[in-house]
Nanobody, 122 residues
Framework: QVQLAESGGGLVQAGGSLRLSCAASARTFKSDAVGWFRQAPGKDREFVAAIRWSGTSTYYADSVKGRFTISRDNAKNTVSLQMNSLSPEDTAVYYC???????????????WGQGTQVTVSS
């Protein structure tokens, strides 16, 4: 069982930045990839970004490409999401998830954190 804990959410003005972190209790072959998803009120949970513990490739949704950066620290079992140039449309609960592959679909991930709220004011 892998446990994930997000941190770093909060309230920020449009144009500002936030850095989210996801701490994993363990890394296994079933959790080699970590993804970030987000869910705004009344909307489906959507893919944001993903990375593998064992590789260098990163994956982004078109809506965040060029503004968000995902990175990992294997020594600390932590994956971070640096979010720049935030807009009110980025307001959502952000979740990190772990799975075998860095997919864009929710059902490709086996483990989920509890989420952290990000609110961007205009």
């Amino acid at each position: 069982q892998v446990q994930l804990a997000e941190s770093g959410g909060g309230l920020v003005q449009a144009g500002g930045s936030l850095r989210l972190s996801c701490a994993a209790s363990a890394r296994t072959f079933k959790s080699d990839a970590v993804g970030w998803f987000r869910q705004a009120p009344g909307k489906d949970r959507e893919f944001v970004a993903a990375i593998r513990w064992s590789g260098t490739s990163t994956y982004y949704a078109d809506s965040v490409k060029g503004r968000f950066t995902i990175s990992r620290d294997n020594a600390k079992n932590t994956v971070s999401l640096q979010m720049n140039s935030l807009s009110p449309e980025d307001t959502a609960v952000y979740y990190c998830a772990a799975g075998a592959v860095p997919g864009r679909m929710r059902d490709q991930y086996n483990y989920w954190g509890q989420g952290t709220q990000v609110t961007v004011s205009s």
